[in-house]
T-cell receptor
Framework: AQKITQTQPGMFVQEKEAVTLDCTYD???????LFWYKQPSSGEMIFLIY??????QNATEGRYSLNFQKARKSANLVISASQLGDSAMYFC?????????????FGKGTKLTVNP | KAGVTQTPRYLIKTRGQQVTLSCSPI?????VSWYQQTPGQGLQFLFE???????NKGNFPGRFSGRQFSNSRSEMNVSTLELGDSALYLC??????????????FGSGTRLTVV
């Protein structure tokens, strides 16, 4: 079975500082994908960044980067230069394969609060 | 291009009633997945439809069902509503085999309250 663990229920960061949100995963599949999503209070899940299990380099998307440590099965999200608009829930997810289709397995999420 | 559209945004139903939620995926996307989000259980996979066929189903009772039409729009139905069905229901669309690096595109969700 595939599992995502996010151990930080809540995180606080000062505006303009960097913050790391932790994510560890468990899977027996050699091929998998890891995603981070942002969910503001409006409810929509916004895709942030993707890391494939065979990617040689850590993924980056603007202010978002993914610290991928395959041997440790961790995929931490780093947000640089935090902005007030970054305050939201953040979910780490893994694409799992079951029965020929693909689904996302989510962690419990981390609530990030950016203070001015 | 238009995103994933879910209707309605909010819904209040009484226990025992049934409800139908709608999801229109991004044009060209053939896969539609549904997720239930609650404070206690988090985000849980309900089912996935691809080309009008259910490809996979999560661990939910038979009261939860869905379908997909030829234009890829999908509906999910919950019969005999229970208080515990109160949740945010999210729909996600993706192209054919979702090896895409762009992930799944989610709608804004339907917030269902059962009273």
């Amino acid at each position: 079975a595939q599992k995502i663990t996010q151990t930080q229920p809540g995180m606080f960061v000062q505006e303009k500082e960097a913050v790391t949100l932790d994510c560890t995963y468990d899977t027996s599949d050699p091929s998998y994908g890891l995603f981070w999503y942002k969910q503001p209070s409006s409810g929509e899940m916004i895709f942030l960044i993707y890391q494939g299990s065979y990617d040689q380099q850590n993924a980056t998307e603007g202010r978002y980067s993914l610290n991928f440590q395959k041997a440790r099965k961790s995929a931490n999200l780093v947000i640089s230069a935090s902005q007030l608009g970054d305050s939201a829930m953040y979910f780490c997810a893994m694409r799992g394969t079951q029965g020929g289709s693909e689904k996302l397995v989510f962690g419990k999420g981390t609530k990030l609060t950016v203070n001015p | 291009k238009a995103g994933v559209t879910q209707t309605p945004r909010y819904l209040i139903k009484t226990r025992g009633q049934q409800v139908t939620l709608s999801c229109s995926p991004i044009s060209g996307h053939r896969s539609v997945s549904w997720y239930q989000q609650t404070p206690g259980q988090g985000l849980q996979f309900l089912f996935e439809y691809f080309s009008e066929t259910q490809r996979n189903k999560g661990n939910f009772p038979g009261r939860f069902s869905g379908r997909q039409f030829s234009n890829s729009r999908s509906e999910m139905n919950v019969s005999t509503l229970e208080l515990g069905d109160s949740a945010l229901y999210l729909c996600a669309s993706s192209p054919d085999r979702a090896n895409s690096r762009s992930g799944y595109t989610f709608g804004s969700g339907t917030r269902l309250t059962v009273v």
